[in-house]
Every structure is written in C-alpha cells, then in structure tokens.
C-alpha cells in the first residue's frame, strides 16, 4: 500500500512568487491536511479537507489556500511569498475525521523563499 | 486552548536501554486522542502510537509503548532497547478538544542514541 506522496520534494521561489504543493493520501483516505514546520514556530496547522470540504483551518493568511479533488488528491497554494515562508511543508492523511484515526504523513516540501 | 508540552529539548540513552520522553497536555474536552510521531533528519514524521483518552489500557507497538496518566495529563512514550536508528527527534501531539480533528504537536525531544 502506497504512503502519503508529497511533490516537489524541494522548492526554491522568489519573494512576490506563488507556489503550488501537491499531496497524494494513502488509497481510500478521504481527508487530507496540512501543516507548516518552522524552527521558530514549530509544528502548525493550516488546513484539512475532508471529501472536497475545508473543514478546519488554522491561524494563517488569506495567501495560504488549498483544495481537494474528487480523488482525494489535495493542493496548497502560497502567493506573494515571503521569506518568513521557507519551512517544511508535511500533509497528513487519514481515513476519516475522527479524533481517533491515526494520520500518516508524506516527507514534505521543503521550501525555501529567496 | 489545547497545548502540548514536551519539556526536554534533547536526551541521551546509550544503545539497548530504555528511555522515557515526557509529555504533558491540557484539553478541557473528555474526548481525545493522544499521538507520538518520530521525525528523523529527513523530515518525513513518522507515526509511532496512539492512546484514545476513553482507552483503559497504556498503548504498545513493539519497542514502543505509551504510559497514559488521565489524572495527571501525562502521556510519556517509552522506548525500550533504544537502537542507533531511534536518534531523532520525537513529537507528541492531540487531536479533540476546541481543535477538532486538527493535531496540536508539542515542541519535541531530539533523541540521541549513543552506542
């Protein structure tokens, strides 16, 4: 069975650029979230999706968006890009909502803002 | 709010001995989930295990197992026979609460496994 796919592994943009990252959920998983790590902030949250539905978002500027498909496949976009956006970008995927369900990372995008 | 305090910034085990990382949390909610993942220098976070707060039994995943204190808010993971592949760093996190299903992390505990 097939993990959590993130793409690109890495990224380097400019300043004022935008930015698209791509996660693919473990096959029957129908909720995808997302995540940003910093050293200086640690581990926070930005969105998730649940079956095309934004269903939580976190404390984040309106430049950070994301979706998700009919096939569970989720986006994050970035525009305008700052520098204070270089981190480690990790998507989460779980088969349902609940408090309980275990959620299974991909690598993560490492972007990085010049 | 929810928050999750991991209060060692860095460990040291040698080889083949068991080690315990702390983590404490604050929820006013009943329902929860607690979680531990592994993040190595690669960045990929790995999951380790889970303890539901409604679970009666402490969690256990091989090497790994989960002492869950409901009363004291604790939820330590213990490794046992550490290994030079568990040096990494190590994350407790929650989900429930106000953050619904949303994971709250800790600010985790860089694992040193020395042989």
């Known amino acids: 069975k097939a993990g959590v796919t993130q793409t690109p592994r890495y990224l380097i943009k400019t300043r004022g650029q935008q930015v698209t990252l791509s996660c693919s959920p473990i096959s029957g998983h129908r909720s995808v979230s997302w995540y940003q790590q910093t050293p200086g902030q640690g581990l926070q949250f930005l969105f998730e999706y649940f079956s095309e539905t934004q269903r939580n978002k976190g404390n984040f500027p309106g430049r950070f968006s994301g979706r998700q498909f009919s096939n569970s496949r989720s986006e994050m976009n970035v525009s305008t890009l700052e520098l204070g ?7 989460a995927s779980s088969s349902s909502i609940g408090r309980g369900t275990e959620a299974f990372f991909g690598q993560g995008t490492r972007l990085t803002v010049v | 709010a929810q928050k999750i305090t991991q209060t ?5 085990v040698q080889e083949k001995e068991a080690v315990t990382l702390d983590c404490t949390y604050d929820t006013s909610d009943p ?8 993040q190595p220098s690669s960045g990929e976070m790995i999951f380790l295990i889970y303890q539901g707060s409604y679970d009666q039994q402490n969690a256990t995943e091989g090497r790994y197992s989960l002492n869950f204190q409901k009363a004291r808010k604790s939820a330590n993971l213990v ?3 550490s290994q030079l592949g568990d040096s990494a760093m190590y994350f407790c996190a929650m989900r429930g609460g106000r953050g ?3 994971l709250t992390f800790g600010e985790g505990t860089q694992l040193t496994v020395n042989p």
């Open chain 2, 8 to 12: 060692q910034p860095g460990m040291f």
């Open chain 1, 85 to 91: 956006d270089s981190a480690l970008y990790l998507c």
């Open chain 2, 100 to 102: 619904g299903s949303r």
């Open chain 2, 79 to 81: 490794i046992s026979a």
């Open chain 2, 31 to 38: 329902s929860y989930g607690l979680f531990w993942y592994k």
